[in-house]
């Protein structure tokens, strides 16, 4: 083949290869593009508290696979912790989570303009990062216990109009804490310690009062219910919060746990910035759920902080 014929082909295939591929595009743009409006507008109306609450999927059998202590894992609770940690980091509009059991609630300021409030892109990212976070830091806090299979979280978003609405929906979580915290630790002491079977143990909380549970664990195993670790009685808040991180007193913003209560008043005037104007409050060392130690979720984030000072 002389150069101008083969000259000529190649031009010839060029121009072919463009007018199908312009053709394509003409397609993508008008005869395919309307399939876009099929994808609905989600977004959030103004003006109202987002909450987004993931729950593990199946931790029944999680918590037995990876052998959590039972009625309480603190290692697994603290990992439920800092994965919390980590979504707050990442949305700065979440001015209050709470955690218990296998589930985090996210409450985001009513005024969050984050992702145009559409509410399936952040259901999905706090969703995705909680559960992320969660297998990422399973080394952190559980030391050597092998991860056995992906854990999943389902994700939800829920809307409260009023400051009402939303003190009533975590009141509601936390109380949920008390009533299953409770029987559990009943009825695992009645398993572990006093050798029934599990149906026995189930037959003899059968009907009983929190007054009969807590009368039962003291005569029965010298337990006072309220000396049981905080954090396992009212769950986690996690609050933004100034904290002292270093000896010349220094503050940094933080994301510091306390165990409150916050079905009272008290709670909601001690933290006023998070239903007055919000501005992160101060970290206060009367919050120390264990005396004069800081939580090991603190400690762990001035560590970093001191690790990132020194690098950079
Ligand atoms: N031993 C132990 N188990 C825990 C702990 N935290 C959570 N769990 C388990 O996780 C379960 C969480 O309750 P659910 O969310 O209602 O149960 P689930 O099996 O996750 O069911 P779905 O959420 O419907 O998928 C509890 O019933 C416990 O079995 C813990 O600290 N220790
Ligand atoms: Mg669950």
Redesign the pocket.
């Known amino acids: 083949m002389n150069l101008s014929i083969k000259l000529f082909n190649s031009l010839n295939l060029q121009l072919k290869t463009k007018r199908f591929l312009n053709i394509g595009i003409s397609m993508a743009c008008s005869r395919y593009e309307y399939v876009k409006d099929y994808e609905r507008d989600d977004s959030i109306l103004p003006n109202v508290w987002i909450v987004i609450r993931v ?9 037995k696979v990876h052998d ?6 603190e290692k ?2 603290n990992l439920m912790n800092n994965a919390a940690q980590t979504v707050m980091e990442e949305f700065r509009d979440i001015i209050l989570s709470y955690g218990q ?3 985090y609630s996210f409450v985001f300021r009513k005024e969050t303009n984050v992702f145009n409030r559409r509410s399936s892109k952040l259901l999905s990212y706090v969703t995705s990062l909680f559960t992320s976070s969660y297998v990422m830091n399973w080394p952190n806090w559980m030391g050597d216990k092998k991860l056995q299979y992906p854990p999943c979280f ?1 994700g939800r978003v829920v809307l409260y109009p009023s400051d009402q609405n939303l003190r009533d929906y975590l009141s509601w979580r936390q109380a949920d804490v008390h009533i299953n915290n409770l029987y559990n630790t009943a009825f695992w002491n009645l398993v572990l310690k006093a050798g029934l079977t599990n149906q026995q143990a189930e037959a003899e909380l059968r009907g009983t009062f929190s007054a009969d549970k807590n009368e039962l664990l003291f005569s029965r195993f010298g337990i006072n219910y309220n000396d049981l670790p905080a954090m396992f009685r009212k769950g986690t808040i996690l609050l933004r919060k100034k904290v002292v991180v270093n000896k010349d007193n220094a503050k940094r913003q933080l994301i510091v746990p306390i165990h409150e209560d916050l079905i009272r008043e008290k709670f909601w005037k001690t933290h006023s910035e998070l239903l007055g104007k919000y501005k992160p409050g101060e970290y206060d060392d009367d919050e120390r759920p264990n005396g004069d130690k800081l939580p090991e979720l603190i400690s762990r984030q001035i560590a970093n902080i001191k690790l990132d000072d020194k690098e950079s």
Do not use: V
């Not at 729950?55 to 918590?63: C, M």
């Not at 959590?68 to 894992?73: G, H, I, W």
């Open positions: 729950d593990g999927k199946g931790f029944h059998k999680f918590s959590f202590e039972k009625p309480n894992d697994a609770l059991s296998d589930e389902d």
